[in-house]
């Protein structure tokens, strides 16, 4: 049988912003084992952010809630983050009004020295720094755990201690910046809030019973009220750190919650940060990223991808990369986000404690480790999915730009001045593959330009190959099967007359996803867009695309123009077609959006808001107009260029 051939085509005439990342939230791991002896310590250390490690460059530390003195720990290993309060001698759960955010004496500076352990070390690694917030304190909820409320969907955080969580968390923030010499760039004060995750239960002693960690329900309206309050607190504050929202647990719902945001509430947000624990409407995060104008992160995911702990097993870390693959080409993200790749391995084991998969983290070592263990008491062990990662965290670094690529199992990124592009091709076969790279998009392929491969699979992890040369514009590479393989290729530089889709004086069809019909002006009278039966004939059928503003990347500006001339806006909230302007306003510019398989969003720069098919017809004749991004085929076009050649 034939090895199949599969053609990867990197276009950098498509370019995500500089990369900013990979990164890592600290809990749980990092309370568990800043205490742990040095020689354990520093094999974490190096193995999450040295540089034959993980490499990470983000933090995110997390801002413990903390339970009431009189409450014994019942979190899992590492979950009982210490709060930063210091309560009186005698303090219960049921004295809640004693705090106050401008009292010293209500504060501990010298609280939580495990997970401060590990900021103090890695400082030399990090470059971004981020707080956030599972819980409130205890005597800020309405349960008055930080576990969750009684109810799971009711708001946990009170509504009378909006202000003070707002202090509380920027006074954190300025403690830590202070005590550590760090500089905190941003502060979520959310995580996974608009969720039934977060919930307390009482056994028959009163004692809460099966729960495992800090989280709190904090529905849109309760979440706007401390977004304003944040964003008051920060004005008046030491530190320079920004706001960052909302960090839900999948796109979905967080489209949900920002599309319910007030204008007021989303100027005050200077980053989006959202998490991929399900994938539905990655794109229409996207969307909405571009449209109102902020920076995106994909701040937290983990999985198992297995079939229990296994080290050896490549199921999880083909999983893995294929997960942080999808993110990046469909989220188009500046940063990407561990949730901790540091792992309970006894939480991980079967027959232990334990209530996730097996293979959650790219290391495991126990939660429970003495004061007197060794590395070969207490082992430190790395799975295959700290293999495949280092695919990715070696080889496309901050600074990097991430390009268009048509193949859903490959990511592409360039290095700008460097004349090289990085590629990252996931195999999950059980069959070898030959990789056709075409290198065609790029303006310049040097006479000596070669093609290395790195490999992950079950024989090793990144074992490199001699280079391969580039024939032409094109080299050929086999990746084995069921593998993760790191192409670098060297002396490639800017961008093809010929690689951009859209480019000036050339003419476009746009054929509806979903419906299957082609995106038809309304003739001379009527200033509405609909669909129609396909017509080659029809100028109505027939767009122009001119780019505005003059880069590469993938928030560029475009006028999108009917044959008759007449210019895509949107006027009062609906879609229109009217008089060109020779500078078009935001509300007559777009951000085409593509994951490289041809088809587009139309996104409008003033937003939120895409073009689609109203209601998903089908019909012909049916109106195109405008809706908030929702990942919907109805507002997914894919491009003709009808462009007919000169002679």
């Not at 004693?98 to 401060?116: K, V, Y």
């Not at 004060?189 to 039934?196: K, L, Y």
């Not at 989280?215 to 964003?231: K, N, S, T």
Request: glycine residues 10%.
């Amino acid at each position: 049988m034939a090895t199949p051939v599969v053609t990867v085509r990197p276009d950098p005439s498509y370019q995500h912003p500089a990369f900013e990342g990979w990164g890592t939230s600290l809990v749980w791991f990092a309370n568990a084992t800043g205490d742990y002896p040095d020689e354990l310590r520093e094999t974490l250390v190096r193995l999450v952010f040295g540089e034959d490690g993980l490499g990470l460059t983000i933090a995110r530390y997390n801002i413990g809630g903390g339970n009431a003195p009189d409450v014994r720990d019942y979190l899992r290993p590492g979950g009982a983050v210490q709060g930063w309060w210091h309560a009186p001698d005698g303090t219960t759960r049921g004295d809640v009004d004693w705090w106050s955010a401008e009292d010293p004496a209500g504060w501990n500076p010298d609280a939580d020295h495990t997970q401060r352990w590990w900021v103090d070390r890695i400082k030399p690694y990090v470059t971004t720094w981020e707080t956030f917030s599972n819980s409130p304190p205890w005597f800020m909820t309405r349960s008055g755990y930080v576990s969750g409320g009684f109810l799971p969907w009711n708001d946990q955080l009170k509504a009378t201690s909006v202000d003070d969580f707002a202090a509380y968390v920027v006074g954190v923030t300025e403690r830590l910046e202070a005590a550590h010499g760090i500089r905190v760039d941003s502060i979520d004060p959310f995580n996974e809030p608009n969720t039934n995750h977060w919930v307390t239960i009482l056994g028959f002693d009163a004692r809460p019973v099966g729960v495992r960690q800090e989280g709190a329900h904090i529905g849109p309206e309760l979440q706007h009220q401390v977004l304003r309050a944040l964003d008051r607190a920060l004005a008046g504050s030491a530190t320079e750190a920004r706001i960052a929202a909302m960090d839900e647990t999948n796109p979905s719902i967080f489209v949900r919650n920002w599309t319910s945001c007030p204008a007021d509430v989303k100027a005050a947000v200077s980053r989006l940060n959202v998490h991929t624990y399900a994938t539905a409407q990655r794109t229409a995060v996207r969307d909405l990223a571009k449209s109102d104008g902020k920076p995106l992160w994909m701040s937290e995911v983990e999985g198992d991808w297995g079939h229990g702990q296994d080290f050896e097993d490549m199921d999880p870390g083909l999983g893995l990369a294929q997960h942080i693959t999808d993110d990046l080409r469909e989220l188009e993200p500046s940063a990407w986000v561990f949730w901790q790749p540091v792992e309970d391995y006894d939480n991980m084991a079967p027959g232990g404690h334990g209530d996730l998969g097996g293979n959650w983290g790219e290391i495991q070592v126990r939660f429970d480790c003495t004061a007197q263990e060794t590395p070969r008491t207490c082992p430190v062990r790395t799975n295959q999915k700290f293999n495949t990662a280092r695919n990715f965290t070696h080889h496309i670094r901050p600074g990097d730009h991430l390009v268009k690529i048509d193949d859903a199992n490959t990511v592409a990124a360039i290095r700008p001045g460097a004349r090289t592009a990085t590629l990252v091709h996931t195999n999950p076969t059980s069959a070898p593959r030959d990789l056709r790279v075409d290198l065609s998009k790029f303006a310049t392929v040097g006479p000596g330009a070669t093609v290395a491969a790195i490999v992950t699979d079950r024989s090793g992890a990144l074992r490199e190959s001699a280079p391969v040369p580039v024939d032409g514009l094109v080299a050929n590479v086999r990746v084995p099967a069921r593998s993760v393989t790191t192409l670098v290729v060297s002396e490639v530089a800017g961008v093809a007359e010929d690689a951009a889709t859209f480019r000036d004086g050339r003419t476009y069809r746009f054929v509806g996803v979903q419906s299957g019909r082609w995106l038809a002006a309304v003739g001379p009278g009527s200033d509405g867009l609909v669909i129609r039966t396909a017509d080659p004939a029809s100028a109505d059928q027939l767009w122009t695309v001119d780019r505005l503003t003059g880069g590469w990347t993938n928030r560029e500006h475009h006028q999108l123009r009917a044959h008759d001339g007449r210019q895509v806006a949107v006027r009062s909230g609906a879609l229109v077609l009217e008089p060109a302007q020779e500078t078009p306003d935001e509300a007559a510019r777009w951000y085409l959006s593509t994951t490289g398989d041809g088809t587009y969003t139309m996104a409008n720069v003033a937003g939120p808001g895409n073009i689609e098919v109203t209601g998903q017809a089908t019909a012909d004749g049916s109106a195109v107009g405008l809706w908030q991004p929702n990942a919907g085929t109805n507002q997914r076009w894919r491009v003709i260029d009808e462009t007919v050649p000169d002679g």
